[in-house]
T-cell receptor
Framework: AQTVTQSQPEMSVQEAETVTLSCTYD???????LFWYKQPPSRQMILVIR??????QNATENRFSVNFQKAAKSFSLKISDSQLGDAAMYFC????????????FGQGTRLTINP | DTEVTQTPKHLVMGMTNKKSLKCEQH?????MYWYKQKAKKPPELMFV???????INESVPSRFSPECPNSSLLNLHLHALQPEDSALYLC??????????????FGPGTRLTVT
């Protein structure tokens, strides 16, 4: 079974600075999908970014980018120019391409933005 | 329109009550999901519907009964719940449940309190 580990329960960063959230996973599959979701205090889970394992190029969405290291099974999220609205719980998630779309989530990292 | 709606936002019910949670999406998605989320924890998958048929039941107690009347609507019927069932219930949908990086879109959740 696949597992996802987020080793940083909490992180904080100054507004406008850059922060990196860590995620590692364990799988025997060669093809899979990885996601970062954001859950602000409003509770709604919002997709931040996704990465297909077969793509070597790291995904980027505006201020959000990932460092995908397939051999190391690492999938970190970098947030540049942090904004107060980035404060949230961030979950890393894994999905197998086989069968129904079950997401395996990490335990989450709570990110605080200091003004 | 990338919106998943859930009603009600909050629900308080006694252990002998029967209530239902509702989820709706109009994105033409063919897979829909129910998750349970306890405070400071990641979402836990409960059920997956694919093309209006139940495809995954994660060994959820029978006091939770899902229903998918059509491709846009997903219900969760609740009966004889326990206080430990108090949680945030999230609904999600995705374009399909087959191969592909089909990200899941989440609703804002229903905060359930069982007294």
């Amino acid at each position: 079974a696949q597992t996802v580990t987020q080793s940083q329960p909490e992180m904080s960063v100054q507004e406008a600075e850059t922060v990196t959230l860590s995620c590692t996973y364990d799988t025997s599959e060669s093809d899979y999908y990885l996601f970062w979701y954001k859950q602000p205090p409003s509770r709604q889970m919002i997709l931040v970014i996704r990465q297909e394992a077969y793509k070597q190029q790291n995904a980027t969405e505006n201020r959000f980018s990932v460092n995908f290291q397939k051999a190391a099974k690492s999938f970190s999220l970098k947030i540049s120019d942090s904004q107060l609205g980035d404060a949230a719980m961030y979950f890393c998630a894994y999905r197998s391409p086989q069968g129904a779309q079950k997401l395996v989530f990490g335990q989450g990292t709570r990110l605080t933005i200091n003004p | 329109d990338t919106e998943v709606t859930q009603t009600p936002k909050h629900l308080v019910m006694g252990m002998t009550n029967k209530k239902s949670l509702k989820c709706e999406q109009h994105m033409g998605h063919r897979a829909m999901y129910w998750y349970k989320q306890k405070a400071k924890k990641p979402p836990e998958l409960m059920f997956v519907y694919s093309y209006e048929k139940l495809s995954i039941n994660e060994s959820v107690p029978s006091r939770f009964s899902p229903e998918c009347p059509n491709s846009s609507l997903l219900n969760l019927h609740l009966h004889a719940l326990q206080p430990e069932d108090s949680a945030l219930y999230l609904c999600a949908s995705s374009p399909s449940s087959g191969r592909g990086a089909y990200e899941q879109y989440f609703g804002p959740g229903t905060r359930l309190t069982v007294t």
